[in-house]
Structure formats: C-alpha cells, structure tokens
C-alpha cells in the first residue's frame, strides 16, 4: 500500500485571509484549545462510567474467622447416592462451591464420582420445592406464609397418623441417628418401615441370608484381589460404592512408580458397562446364559450344580480362568450384579470356595449402602392391593416412576385415604400424594451416615437454607412429637452421637473430620451351604430380543434428571447425551436391519420403551440395552423443552427419553422401528484411532519385556520451531495421564465443569457439536480383530463383536509449540512462561483461528450467552474465574486459579509450591488418581517422574507440538496379542531410536 | 473571545461525546475500564478517610481487615465502626447526625449500602493479600502506593488510573528491581496472573 505523505497538518493554511484573521488562531494556541477540548472529552468518559455506580454492603458483624473471599472447607457426606463418600464442601462468603472428596476420608480417600461433583446444581436448582405443597390447599393456607403452611401441614399429618395402620416408604437409611429419628417415629405412629433402592443390591443380601444366616451386602475389597471375575457387576461405574471399589482396583493395576505387577480382571457381561471396558478380558454373555456360565465354573471349581446350559463362553477359556481363581484363592474374587438369588447363592459357593470371604470380601464389618429389602415391599404392594394401607409416608423414594409396576403403584397410591411425602420435588410420585413436606437439599441440614458398619459420617449444612424447606429428619420428629428435636436438629444428632458413638470423640472433632471411625474387627457369620441353587445352570429361552436394563451413569436412579449437568454429561460408552437409547451391538443392528438413529419401540408385554437406536459394540447379540433413570416428567425445567426427543417419543410428553423401568424386569420382548431420529446428541461418533497412536496400549507379558512396549514411534517428531524456543526458568506445569487407570467415569469432566463456570448448552447445540466441556474422555474401541481374524471397518465404525476399548481424557494439551498460539491475530491466546497456554478471554475476538488450528480439538467456542435461565443458579459460580460471554473461545487453563492460589499461599512462607500441593480439579477428583499435575522442573516431582517413565507419550507427538499433557500407555493383563508382538518385534528391528522421552 | 469560542467548543464537544459515549455504553453493555480517575460517589454516610486514617491515626488495616489474608480488602462491618461509635458519639450537629444514622442501621439491621469506589473490571483478578504480603519480598506495599494519599482526603475518590498500564508498568519496574536483588517470586506478566 501507498503511504500518502502529502496530507498537510495545517488545515489552517487554505483559510481565506479575513476568516483566518477573524478567528486570530495561531497554530500555538489551537493546540492548547484541542488540549482542552481533548479534557473534555475525557470529562464525558468519565461522566459516563460514573453513572454505574457498583455498591457493596458490609455484613453488620462479620463472623468469626471468616475472611470475605477466602475459601474454607467443611467435611460433608454426600448423599447423591447411598454410597455415602466423604466430601469437603469448599463454602466461599456463604455459599457453597465445589464439592471435593475428602482425603482423610477411609471409603473415597478424596475421589468423588460425577454425581457427587454435580451435587451444587441439585442445591441451587430453582425448580425445587421452596416451601411445603399440598395438592389441595386447605382453608386457611396462605401463599405468602411459610410458617403458617407448615403448620398447617403438621396439623393435617398428625390428623392422618391418627388414622393408624401407617407405613413409612423410604430409600436407604443408614444414619445411626436417622435410623433412630425413624424408630421413634415408628414406635410413636405404630408405623411400618419399608425400606427400598430402585437400583436394588437385594438379591446379594438375600443370598447371603440364605448361605450365611445373615441378610447384609459384604464390604468387598478389589484392594486385596489379584483376580477379579465380575459378572455384571459394574463396580467401576456405579455399582453400590463406585468410588471406593475403583481406587481398591486402581490399587493393583497401578504400574507407575516402580510397580510391575498387575491384577487380574476378567468381566463377563451383556451389555458393555465401563467396568468391562475396563477389564482385561471380557466376554459376552447374556442374562439368561449367565447361570449357566456360573454353573459350568462351580463345577470346574470341584461343585455339582447340575449339567450347565449352553453358553457362549468357550471351554477352554473356562478352564483358563477357573485355573486362575483356584491359584489365586483367597485372593480372588467373583462378584455380580445379578438379581436372580440363586445365581447370587452360588456367587456365594465359589467365593467361599476360594477362601475370598475375610480376605477380598468382608462380612464384617459389612455394607450399608444398599439396605432395600424387595421382599418388603412386595409385601407392602400387597397391603396396599388389600387396603390395609390408611396413612403411607413417603420420604426420598419415587416409586411411581421407578419401580416396574410403577403405574400400578400409581393406582394403589390412589386409593390410600392419606399419603404424605417428604420431597425435594413435586416428583411423580409425591405429586400424586396430599401433602409434600419440601425437603431440605443435602447441604442444608444437619445428617448422619453409616455407609459400611462402624464408619460412622456427618453431613452438616454449608448453606443457610435458600427456601422454606425443613429436613426431612426434623419433619419425622415433628410428626412423632418430638417438637425439640424437630425444632433443632443438630441437638438431638449431636446428643445421640455424644450418647452412642463418639466413645470419646469431641463433638466439634467429629464435625471437623466429618468421620468417627468405629470399625473392629468381629467375626463373621460363617458360610453354611449354597441352599437351594436347584436350575440355577439352566438358560432363559425367550423370543425376540433380550432386554437389559441399567442404571445410568449420569442420572443415578433417575433421582437427579433435573440436573442439567448431568444431563448433559455423555455416556461413557455410547457417549449421548440429553437422551435415552436402546444400545445394541452393530451386529445385531446389521441382521435386523438397524440404524443409529432410527426410533424404535422395545415392548415387553404391555411395558414399553421408545427410545432411539445408538451403537454399543460389545454387547451381546440380540440384547437391546436401555438405561434407567430417563423420563422423569416432574422433574423441573430441565426435562421440558428440549423439544425434540420427546416429542419424537410424544408429543404430549415432556420429559427426556422414555421410561425404562417398566422393562427392568421384563427378559425377553420385542424392538420394532416406529420412526426415525436424527438428532442424537453424540459428542464422539468416531469409534477408531485408524491405526494412529493416539491412545497406546500394550499387554502386560509384552511390557514386562520392553517397557517401552506399545509406545514405539513410528515417525519421530522433526524439531523445527518458528520462534526461538522457550525457556522455563521456574515452574514448568505439566500433567500425565494414566491410561492404565482411567475407567472413563466422567467425573473430571463434571469436576472442571464445576470448578471453571463451564455452562451447558443444551442438546440441540451438542447436537452442533458445541458442547463446552473442557475435559472431554474420547472412547476409542481398539483397531483388533475378530474371532475369526478380520476386522470389518463400516465407513467410520468399527463392527467388531468384542472390541477392547480404551478411554483417553483429552484437554488442553498446553502446547510448547502451540498452533492456537500462533495463529491468533489478537494474542487472545498466549504462552506463559510457566508453560501455560492462556487464554485471555476479554482479548479474545471470536475468529476462532486458534480452534481450527488446534490439533487436538479442545478449544470451545462461546457461540450464544448461555445464561443461567434463574438467577439463583449463578450462586453456583466460581468468582475466582470469568464468566465468558458470546463470541469468545475457552478452554483448559490447567486450573489457574488453583495454580496462583497455590502459588500465593507458598509465597507467604517465601516457599515454592510442593509437590502434590496443586490439584488441578480433574486430577482431585479422580477416583483411580489417574490424572497427576505438577511441575516438570522439579526433578523429584511425580509428574516428571512420569514424564522419564518409559510409557510415557505425547500425543500426535510427530508434529512437535511438545505438549505439557503427556498419556502412560494402557497395559492390559491378557496374552500378548499377534499383531502386538510382530509390532514390537518390528521396532526392535528397528532400533529404540522413537521412543518418546 | 478566545474564551468565549474555547467554552463553545467545550460544549458542543461534551455535547456530541456524551450521549455517542453513553450510547456506546448502554448498547454494547460496555464498561469503559479503569478511567474512573477521580470518580468520587456520593456516600449513604460521607465518611472521611482524612479524620479516620489521617488525624486519629488508625490504621488501614483495622477497618480494611481482609487486606492481607484475602483478594478483597473488604469494606468494614458495621460492628467495626460501632467498636468506637458506641461511645464516640460526635461532637457538632452533623456529625451526631451522622453518626446516630450509622448505629440506627447498625440496630435495625438495615445496614449501610456504600459506594465501591475502586471498580476493577469483572475479568480482573486483583488479589490484594498479594501485594500487601508478598510483594517486595515480603515487605509488601503500603495501602498508599496504589490508592494514594487516602489520610489526606474527605469523602474517598480513586485517585490512580488503575489501568492495565498501570498495573503492568509497575511489575515491569519491580521486575528489575527483584532481579537486582535476587528477590523470588517476581512480578508476573502473564496474562493468566490477572485475566482467567
């Protein structure tokens, strides 16, 4: 371009002479006159910003050793599930804001699974019960008045316990505290007590009933097995006390630090469940073969329960395994989600069998995470049938949505002359009922807990409550008379605690710790015969398909649907999200003429289920696989409007995804094509690594023979750099991620999503693939081949029958030479010199060049405000961090926040952070501590322990983009593979020249 | 005339600026940053820093408690100021106005709404324990460095620009100076230090 140099500065020069003369300027003073004009200008900004005044109020007396803006934690039990793990609710100026496992804690040691991350939404979820409801509001009630609802409520409830014959529904109650609370009301009511879990763990104590005298769930021990044969149980997904079992098997197939040996884990199942994911071997066997399978290994193990069925399993893997339990004996450990008793019986047999019970399974001290008792509330269905039923109380439990029969129920429910609930919400089941008593959210009062016998929990409130809601506890004392407790709860816990379980704890000590660990070692009851296991071999035949349901991962039982995060949070398998879906392996998809997407129908009976069909490779053949926990209709704002899907299941519905629950205990029924369905909201629709290196993994018998097996680079990266490289004088932040230990749980993805105002989108635009989160876990099914040595590639999918999968969680890799940084014509994004790449929001102009150039796929882009639709929500959000607006790219910034703070509390004891100190939100929560965060400088730090490990990796390492997050790859317990030893025979061929250091 | 034609131009000048800035302001939702140079409010209560801090010598810091522990400096809590007013009543008719509106909201629970004075933009992450603790080694920075000579003033008005620049020029400057003494952490100028 012409650079014009002829513009004169003197405008005043073409002046006509008299005008000039006129106006007796000089070039001098016009200068001082812009001066001026130029102040006043500034006068009008300044003007203009002043009109914004910001106020702040000062409390009136600031409470004692609270510091506004500094974050303090509180020990908590968390109650999203009856796992009961130990937390630490970080509470900032009041408010509550990031749930954390607590590291002292016995159960979790400091991991916390999705839902327990996702606890804050359930908090400040608008939607929920603000004040106690009744379906007809009597004389008297007054919308404005809390106190007088209440009262007018207890008023009508003691009225109806008058009535007698009352029964009292609930999920599990394990508090020492809360179980008296409930056998005070019950003794003074006459109530009954029934206790029941959607997701029922009955059949196991049932077995042990009938094989140890004693109906109670073993407190298992992954930590002491060597080898795990697990038949659908999903220990690592959300299995009774998911966390707790998947740092015990973390435990054993830890290889960093030295460690060569690893567990066994071998997974028989019919679906594909993150724990088969996760196993060594598996092998695909449907429900109705599974007795078989454990009749054929009891036999092999020296029992005689009968010819075995056929079966899909071959014989001499059979063998194979059953040589490996009776090696490992005591140390090995079969488990099973199965709800046929006599199956679990003979779960029982072969464990005994090994000598398992006192060494990988303990009855003593035994679980209380699961305490529903099925067989009671059969009974009670029938009482209620019979209408022997005049008052039911309801408390925590939505039966009319999650039981089978949950329309009968709704029917029978209809008939009690008085039903009571004690809910969050106005659910399915308590709307259906005269009054709900609103219950406090799990942060709002005072609770106890005893998830495994002795391990006794507090939960204490980090919030004053946000509504006019009581606890459910008070409600109950309330109702049995005792106006003090009920008035003041934390005196009547803090009084039974000083009375039966502290034993000479302090109070506040107890609240400190949030745990009194009373566990002794006791005898356990002794084994006493499998009982009758008759049949127990045989297999179900049924037509059509075989119907398996589970619970799903993100939405718990369904208990958590209005939880937009969790909503939004993909399957870790089939990775939708916003749906339901009926999975099934591509196979069976091909034979009967299916395609992902289409809308089908599976009936049983007269249940049925619409949901849309989406791939699960794995899964047996003919099996259709559904989650439980979608559908809720009364479950708040969430589940209406997202328009599409339900309206495809119904036009009439307003709910996500169709309810599965009345199939839950069908077998056997039919899938027939009713439509189709484009928008599914998969993130990831790319099974395959097409033969690239991106998530390494090697068999263990090959490792043991080079470490550096599977993670030999074919093309080793060429160093050429356009600027002059970096120089990290201090910190240099990195993280390794362990392959080996990730099961693909999600929970750092609702961690960081917590942690840095991550905001959801909704289905629709995950749809558009503009999903936010910032840790995302690829899945990726592995490139092997088939039985019968062919792998069949269909365009983008695999279609193998039995693919190993491998999960990679994949953020900001914090490039060295980062394409993002270099193409961004603002610097929005820039390199710190601590090895960071930033991304500074307010510079940020939204061309969005840095994703495009982005390698990895991690950055994501603001493309609407996505605001919270209720104020209340935004209590939610981090201050520590911006909350970005429309137009403006994110991603991973390795928790920064966390990094300055941990920064800033070593400086004022003019240290440097140690090692350890710094936890990234991922890293804190994961339950397997897969994910390590450090600094590389530091030679004696884990993370650059890890980096010299030879598994070690970056990936897409070949175009040098020298990340900050490096991968250890996957080592899998089983025979080496074919093609992974010609491999590694290959790179030794040609020399260790690519390895990756 | 001169002055005459010069105060002409001067209106005419806020005249046109005001309702573009304004309009500027209003539609993009645009906060024009850190150019709050002498923004003054006018206080519920006309407290004056230059009695408090200046004649009566208290310190910053037993008022501004949080200062050193925390990101925020913290406007003080109402029981601080009744801490002395519950005896110190005033002595001219304004002051025990004054004063006996400030306990009447401390009774009553109502509370004193303040003005903020120093406005940092949302995507501003100022911590002010660090450089009360842990800058200059240590030493830290007097409330003064930044805010100015606030003992010496009235009703408090944002006396430094607070700008980007500003912030930036100074830990460039003590940059130099902490390597000259070998001092750690230095001042940092990533742009994840301040903006995250």
Known sequence: MEIRTDIRTDELAD????????????????????????????????????????????????PEGVTPGVPYEYASTCQMCSANCGTWMKVRDGRPMKAEGNRDHPQNQGGLCTLGQAQLWNLYNPDRLHGPWAKEAPEGWDEADARQQWASLDAAVAGALKAGSVRLLTGTVNGPAARAVIQQFCDKTGAKHVAYDACSAWPIAAAHRDTHGSARIPHYRFDNAEVVV???????????????????????????????????HIQFESRLSTTGACADERFRVRNAERGAVLADIANRLGG??????????????????????????????????????????????????????????????????????????????????????????????????????????????????????????????????????????????????????????????????????????QSLLKWAGDNEGARDYRAFLQGFWEKNILAGMAWATAVALGVRDRREPTAAPAFKGAGDVSGVGSVAAGDGFEIVTFESYNLGDGKHAGNGWLQEMPDPLVRASWTNFAAMSPITMANKGLEEGDLVEVKAGEATCKAPVVRMPGAAEDVVVLPLGYGRTHAGRIVHGMGEES??????????????????????????????????????????????????????????????????HEIPPVDVTLWKRWEYKGHKWGMVVDLNLCTGCNACMMACQVENNVPIVGKDEVWRRREMHWIRIDRYFEDTRNADGKGIQDGNQTTLENPEVVFQPMMCQHCENAPCETVCPVIATSHSDEGLNIQTYNRCIGTRYCANNCPYKVRRFNWFNYKHRDLTMNLVLNPDLTVRSQGVMEKCSMCAQRIYDGKRTSALHKTKPKDGQILTACQQTCPTQAIVFGDQNDKDSVV?????????????????????????????????????????????????????? | MNAKLAILFLMLTIGTAMPVLLGIRDTFDVQLANLHTGYQPEQPIPYSHRLHA?????????????????????????QTCMNCHNTVKGNTTESKERIALLAS????????????????????????????????????????????????EGVAHQQNILSMGWCVNCHRTWNEEYKKQGWEPAAPLNCDACHR
């Open chain 2, 54 to 78: 200046g004649y009566l010598n208290i310190d910053c810091q037993y008022c501004h408690t949080a200062a050193d522990q925390s990101r925020h400096a913290g406007v003080p809590n109402l």
């Open chain 2, 105 to 152: 909201k401390f009774a009553d629970g109502t509370g004193v709404e303040w003005k903020k004075v120093h406005n940092n933009p949302d995507f501003v992450y100022f911590n002010h324990m660090t450089h009360v603790r842990i800058a200059k080694n240590g030493e830290g920075f007097t409330c003064q460095e930044c805010h100015g000579p606030m003992e010496n």
């Open chain 1, 647 to 712: 309206e495809a299941v119904d036009p009439d519905r307003k709910s996500i995804g169709d309810n599965a629950y009345p199939l839950s205990v069908a077998g056997f029924g039919s899938v027939t094509k009713v439509g189709s369905y484009h928008r599914l909201a998969l993130i990831q629709t790319h099974d395959s690594q097409e033969g690239r290196p991106l998530a390494k993994d090697t068999a263990l018998e090959l490792w043991k023979q080079d470490q550096h097996s599977g993670n030999h």
């Open chain 1, 304 to 473: 005689n329960f009968g010819e075995p069925g056929k079966h899909a399993v071959p014989a001499a893997d059979l063998e194979r395994i059953v040589k490996e339990l009776r090696t490992a004996g005591r140390l090995g450990l079969v488990v099973s989600g199965s709800h046929d008793v006599k199956q679990q019986r003979l779960i029982n047999w072969i464990n005994d069998k090994l000598g398992a019970y006192g060494s990988t399974i303990e009855l003593e001290p035994y679980s209380q995470q699961k305490l529903g008792n099925d067989e009671a509330l059969n009974a009670l269905v029938k009482e209620l049938e019979s209408g022997a039923v005049k008052t039911l109380v309801l408390w925590g439990v939505n039966p009319v949505f999650d039981l089978p029969n949950g329309a009968k129920f709704k029917e029978l429910l209809a008939k009690v002359p008085n039903k009571i609930a004690i809910s969050h919400h106005a659910d399915e089941t308590a709307s259906e009922c005269d009054w709900i008593a609103a219950e406090d959210d799990a942060n709002e009062g005072w609770n106890d807990f005893e998830p495994i016998r002795g391990l006794h929990t507090l939960a204490q409130p980090t919030v004053r409550r946000l509504w006019d809601t009581r606890g459910a506890l």
């Open chain 1, 944 to 997: 650059a322990k890890l980096g010299r490990d030879p598994r070690n990796y970056a990936v897409i390492a070949e175009i040098n983009t020298r990340p900050a997050v490096t991968y250890l790859t996957k080592v899998r317990n089983r025979p080496a593979k074919p093609h992974e030893k010609a491999e590694l025979e290959k790179s030794h061929a040609h020399g260790h020249d690519g390895h990756d250091h």
């Open chain 1, 230 to 264: 697990s038949f659908d149980a999903d220990f690592l997904g959300n299995w009774i006390s998911p966390v707790e079992f998947a740092r015990q098997w973390a435990k054993h197939r830890d290889l960093r630090f030295g460690k060569k040996s690893m567990s066994r």
């Open chain 1, 15 to 62: 002046m006509p002479e008299d005008l000039r003369a006129e106006m007796e300027i000089t070039s001098k003073s016009r200068r001082d006159f812009m001066k001026v004009t130029g102040m006043a200008a500034m006068g009008a900004v300044i003007a203009g910003c002043t009109a914004q005044d910001i106020t702040v109020k000062p409390m009136l007396r600031k």
